[in-house]
């Protein structure tokens, strides 16, 4: 490939493996590999989140669909089965989601880290995970039980609004910036969340309505040392289904002329290039931020119906 794209990315066969189903009935892994920084992490963690009352839900042993970590670990998919964060590719696959592999990670044109997973969480509705991203912002220590080993710190830009339980979840999530340190990998990422209106980031709101989407938890966001030039758009979707809730998501950090339509969007790349993360670096970050995203949402799935029937009725 004159890309630099390594030639098995674009070839043949991945098409039948990346199509397996990671539901979460399906046989699970140990997660076997922590970075030393997030085992040392998950020691402050722990100590910090022993006395709040949510303690239970802090898992010490997090497990993940084999097949799903398996199709992540042979290799990055093919770019041509992706979707690029153009406002018709949000439209092809809000229209299309079941045409899509569950799970896969590559590098796309910019150059864009790029991760999609889809998943289906047994006994967990959108109105628990509505309840989630209004409620785990409020205590760094709710934001650790979501991912032990890699969730540092949370903050909001307006506490009193997300709290704030006479405004829907829109009024008190949407434009009220997430402020997380997290581990993708051994490096610990400041990262500044701008969740939006699904229109703001170019969702078509009468076309989620229509395939059944009742929460969007997107927006693009910047990195805490460069907080007015937008390196990342994150989709999150889910819909209610008979088997639980069905959550969609994709990840673009990088370049794609598309992303300059978010806020400064156009100096990202000055910005990718002085701190020296090329075409490798972001393959390489998209595959770390693929396993994070399997073990922090099969994770979530286990713990979220508990942690809403005892504190739902509290926030
Ligand atoms: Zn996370």
Redesign the pocket.
């Given at each position: 490939m004159s890309d630099g794209i390594p030639e098995s990315v674009t070839q043949q066969d991945r098409g039948a493996r990346n199509h397996v189903r990671s539901d979460l009935g399906s046989a699970a892994t140990p997660v076997t590999y922590f970075a030393v920084p997030m085992q040392q992490q998950f020691a402050a963690n722990e100590q910090a989140v022993a006395t709040k009352p949510y303690a239970g839900a802090f898992a010490h042993d997090p497990t993940v669909p084999l097949d799903w970590a398996k199709s992540i670990q042979d290799g990055p998919m093919s770019p041509d089965e992706a979707n690029s964060p153009t406002e018709a590719d949000l439209a092809a696959l809000v229209a299309n989601v079941d045409s899509y592999a569950d799970s896969g990670y590559t590098v796309l044109e910019g150059p864009t880290g790029y991760v999609q997973s889809r998943m289906v969480m047994p006994g967990v509705t959108s109105e628990m995970m509505r309840w989630w991203f209004v409620w785990s912002p409020l205590e760094s220590e709710r934001y650790t039980l979501?991912?032990p080993q890699?969730?540092i710190s949370n903050w909001v830009e307006d506490p009193d609004r997300i709290a704030d339980t006479s405004l829907s979840f829109e009024e008190r999530f949407y434009n009220n910036v997430n402020y997380?340190k997290?581990y993708i990998g051994s490096q610990a990422l400041p990262i500044e969340i701008h969740f939006t209106t699904p229109s703001e980031i170019g969702l078509d709101e009468a076309a989620l309505k229509a395939a059944g989407f009742t929460i969007s938890a997107s927006g693009y966001c910047c990195f805490g040392m460069a907080p007015e030039i937008t390196t990342m758009l994150m989709v999150h979707l889910g819909r209610d289904t008979d088997q639980g809730m069905e959550w969609v998501s994709r990840y673009w950090i990088g370049t794609h002329p598309a992303m300059r339509r978010f806020p400064g969007g156009d100096k990202a790349a000055a910005l990718f290039e002085k701190l020296g993360m090329d075409k490798d670096g972001l393959l390489n970050l998209a595959y770390e931020l693929s396993v994070?995203d399997m073990t922090?949402y099969t994770n979530l799935a286990r713990i979220l119906p508990g942690l809403f029937a005892r504190f739902s009725k509290e926030a």
């Open positions: 979501w991912f890699a969730h997380v997290e994070h922090e």
